[in-house]
């Protein structure tokens, strides 16, 4: 009885030991520091290091007529992979560079393709404003896009879509838009990860993010990078209150319109219930910029998800995959495992 107890005991000190070893070596990979990410181009060197391959996609046309986008592409083919994942980014900042991290948190048998929306980082696509105009209207053609690039690259493999911040909103979009059309693509499901339910709740967001990170940052370096001090400033409240938010409300007054009318097409309050797609659902319950108590209506209407609610205190607006890594990392297996077991 007495060997029976120490070996059950060694087997449990074995597992710990086991699971705080996998921790250390995941934080301490570059993919996860912030100094690294925060700097897209020493980024991207790194990623085609990791055996990425930078590609061109092709938007999707609708009709002969249509002009094609170019957009870029970060695409990591594994060997043997059973599954790709594609990888949509938000509005600010956007890039396919910040997918980085998910190249340790997802399955070792899935491909990753990274893409840039059109008008973000190299892709081709309209100037700021026009972009800030038109977003939402068109995103989905790069979507189907890629969908068409990976399939072609992998001889049909299943095909997991990923988007956080908007980009979980267009690729919602995209979802209900080929059930819609009867579009055939081997999807078995989405990963929502800070998303929102609608345009008019996106276009919100630039306010929040120019007040509590583009305008510290100018003076971060003044306040030995502190940036809570930076924040607090004279010189940058002033800043923000008499350049910045006059220029943004001139913006808005410009493009609201645009987005207004467009809402009841792309809403998806109203339309996420034909979504027939598994969906994990991941999304922090201090989210500033996507209040869960706004996204909480949408979740409920989804009929196939998983819910991970990321707990107050542990993280906010689509930094679940830093600040809680090793769960998000099980969430994301455990959820593919199920799509193309």
Known sequence: MVIKKF?????????????????????????????????????????????????????????VKEKSLTLQGLFLERKDAKATIICTHG???????????????????????????????ESEGPSFICRVKNYGKNEYKDIFGAIQFAQSKTNNKPIVIFGWCSGAFHSATTLLKMEQEAKTANVKGLVFDSGFGSLMEISQVPYLHIKNSYT??????????????????????????????????????????????????????????????????????????????????????????????VPEGTSVHATNHLKVKEEYKDKLHQFIKKLIS
């Open 7 to 63: 070996f059950t005991l060694l087997a449990l000190v074995t597992i710990c030991l086991t699971a705080q070893a996998s921790e250390e070596k995941l934080g301490e990979s570059w993919h996860f520091d912030v100094n690294i990410l925060r700097d897209k181009k020493r980024t991207k060197e790194k990623l085609l290091q990791d055996g990425f391959a930078q590609v061109d996609i092709q938007s999707f046309k609708e009709d």
């Open 91 to 121: 509005f600010c900042p956007g890039g396919k560079e910040k997918f980085a991290p998910l190249v340790k948190l997802v399955p070792e048998y899935c491909n990753l393709l990274f893409i840039e929306l059109r008008g973000h980082g």
């Open 216 to 309: 510290p940052s100018l003076f971060v370096k003044w306040y030995n990078g502190d940036k809570k001090r930076a924040s607090q400033s004279y010189m940058c409240k002033l800043t923000y209150h008499c350049i910045l938010k006059p220029l943004m409300w001139g913006i808005e007054f410009w493009t609201k319109p645009s987005i207004r009318k467009r809402e009841p097409q792309t809403n998806l309050y109203d339309k996420i219930g034909q979504l027939h797609f598994p969906t994990l659902v991941i999304h922090a319950q201090d989210d500033q910029y996507a209040p869960w108590e706004n996204l909480k209506k949408l979740v409920d209407a989804i009929p196939e998800k998983d819910l991970w609610l």
